[in-house]
């Protein structure tokens, strides 16, 4: 059987002299290689609706139930208010203390997980350990 031309060797040799002119050139190739395969990139806006029902089904039920208790909540302070807002927007935790900073109020990563574990705890979401709600500090090990 013979080979597609896109199999051959001369083929490959003409896109890997393609793909270095259009790096060069600074566009990126919306495939990658898997071993020996090229793929498309998956960078596709529908990767929600791919999941498996159960999952997209309770991440839905997730944000329905953050957003009911966001209105009817008193929260400990100012910050706690826009965390929980940004989280039930769906904001991951990065995109958060990015959101805090612009508004002059820097918190690390791991305050921001602990203040939306607190929440959900205290509304019933999720249950959390004592273990889990509290910040704990790395040790040094011992010299």
């Known amino acids: 059987m013979q080979k597609k ?8 040799e003409l896109s890997d002299e393609w793909e270095e002119i259009l790096k060069e050139a600074g566009l990126a ?24 029902p159960v999952r997209r089904e309770a991440k839905e039920q997730y944000f ?7 209105h009817a909540a008193c929260f400990d302070c100012s910050v706690d208010r826009v965390v929980m807002v940004l989280k039930a927007e769906g904001a991951k935790i990065v995109e958060i203390c990015v959101a805090l900073e612009k508004l002059g109020m820097k918190r690390y990563r791991r ?8 929440y959900e705890d205290r509304w019933g979401i999720k249950n959390w350990t004592p273990e889990q709600l509290r910040y704990r500090w790395k040790k040094k090990p011992a010299t």
């Open 64 to 70: 329905r139930e953050l957003n009911g208790c966001l």
């Open 29 to 52: 190739d919306i495939e990658k290689s898997i071993g020996k395969k090229r793929v498309l990139k998956q960078n596709s806006p529908n990767v929600y609706r791919q999941m498996d």
């Open 111 to 118: 305050t921001v997980r602990l203040i939306i574990r607190k």
């Open 5 to 12: 031309y896109y199999q051959t060797d001369e083929f490959k």
